[in-house]
């Protein structure tokens, strides 16, 4: 099976967002009855406009940074940050003097009631005779071995 790319980022974002919304461009990545992926793109002084829907989604930051609205809630959100956008509740995002992009992960539902008919039957089960089948919680990672010229020791993380 050949691997699939999709391609997103500059030059394949068109204008996205519900009414109200400026300065915001964006492009779906996946999208099908189990949710949506998308990355989008805010200028400077853009803004997604308040709004609502029945499906649970994550916003998260990957560039720069500004703020988002949830519920009665506001708060700043920067690179690295994650926002919890709950089904059914008013939310929003922004920015000041900054740009961001941030990549929204759109689960369809309120909640994963409906991943079990999705989901169902998808994992073939184990019986007692398989030779597979292995105790909960068995395993571990495998040790990375200790390569000084791709560990650069100021930084405390390998490259």
């Known amino acids: 099976m050949p691997i699939e790319v999709r391609r997103f980022g500059v030059g394949f ?21 189990r949710g949506l992926i998308s990355e989008l793109a805010f200028t400077r002084g853009g803004a997604i406009a308040p709004h609502d829907n029945p499906n649970t989604t994550w916003f998260c930051v990957i560039e720069g940074g500004g703020w988002v609205v949830v519920g009665d809630e506001r708060r700043r959100v920067a690179a690295g940050e994650a926002v919890l956008w709950p089904a059914g509740v008013t939310h929003a995002a922004w920015t000041d003097h900054t740009e961001m992009r941030a990549i929204v992960v759109e689960f369809a539902g309120a909640d994963d009631s409906t991943l079990g008919s999705i989901l169902e039957g998808a994992a073939r089960r184990l019986g007692p005779g398989d030779a597979r089948q ?10 990375r071995p200790d390569h000084p010229d791709r560990q650069d020791r100021t930084q405390g993380e390998p490259r």
């Open 13 to 33: 974002r068109r204008p996205e967002g519900p009414p109200g919304t400026h300065g915001l461009t964006g492009q779906v990545i996946h999208s099908d009855r």
């Open 134 to 143: 292995v105790a909960r919680g068995e395993g571990h990672l495998v040790e």
